[in-house]
């Protein structure tokens, strides 16, 4: 039986909603497997591409309350607070670790529509080929999106040469211009327009970018994203 969050259980989420805007969003398109809260944090369990485990901790003395609910069959985590972190580093073997600082778009104004081109799951196989991140992801999990969230494009001459989509959580992601297609502001028109379209259907547009990605960063703060976090994924060996 699919789990569901329940509206008391969204606003207890709400009350910190910048940092559990990934929760919430996660939970709307994907099935839940398990559903735990001590007090106001909350250990949620969900299959997209694999099976993730989020933890987000409200307060510390509510620690102790969620080490005890983790399992042994949680692989794939997403984290948004230290301590978890530090928790799971002192107690796990880690294969990998995927660590972004998260922006969080504050402007409510609505910007212009501009001109771009509405990916397909056509478009999924040139995607994952040209994916910097496509050890994460895979083709079908970029069909899905396509499919459930935002994804638009810029094509030139038939061809596609840069796109932006939405995660499983909400964030936007995937942007990627093509080499000889860069520095003609592809980015920031793609960016523009996923921040409307998400605005005009009353959702929060937020991005995950790499700590050492000082062009995506600029690009973000362009376009009116605020530093809010970081936020890990973590594989357990």
């Given amino acids: ?79 948004f607070d230290k301590s978890v972190l530090d928790y799971y580093e002192s107690n796990y073997e880690i294969e990998w670790k995927l660590s972004c600082k998260k922006y969080v778009y504050e402007n409510d104004e609505i910007l212009k529509p501009e001109n771009v081109y509405e990916l397909t799951e056509d478009d999924a196989h040139y995607i994952q080929e040209n994916n910097s991140y496509n050890d994460f992801t895979d083709i079908e999990y970029i069909k899905f999106r396509i499919q459930n969230g935002i994804g638009v494009g810029i094509k030139i001459h038939d061809k596609l040469v840069a796109w932006v989509l939405t995660h499983d959580d909400g964030a936007i992601g995937f942007m990627h211009v093509l080499e000889n297609y860069r520095n003609k502001g592809y980015a920031l028109k793609l960016t523009n327009e996923i921040i ?40 357990i060996r």
Avoid at 20 to 33: C, D, H, R
Avoid at 49 to 74: P, V
């Fill in 1 to 79: 039986m699919r789990i569901h969050l329940n509206k008391d259980q969204i606003q207890k989420l709400k009350k910190n909603y910048y940092k559990n805007i990934n929760i919430i969003n996660f939970s709307k398109t994907y099935p839940l497997s398990r559903l735990d809260f001590v007090n106001d944090s909350i250990i949620l369990t969900g299959t997209s591409d694999n099976s993730w485990t989020y933890i987000s901790l409200d307060n510390k003395n509510d620690m102790d309350g969620l080490i005890e609910k983790l399992r042994e069959e949680d692989k794939y985590i997403a984290i």
């Fill in 196 to 235: 409307r379209r998400l605005l005009c259907i009353d959702d929060l547009p937020f991005v995950h970018i790499e700590k050492n990605n000082e062009k995506s960063i600029k690009l973000a703060e362009k376009s009116g994203f605020k530093y809010f976090s970081d936020i890990h994924w973590i594989k």
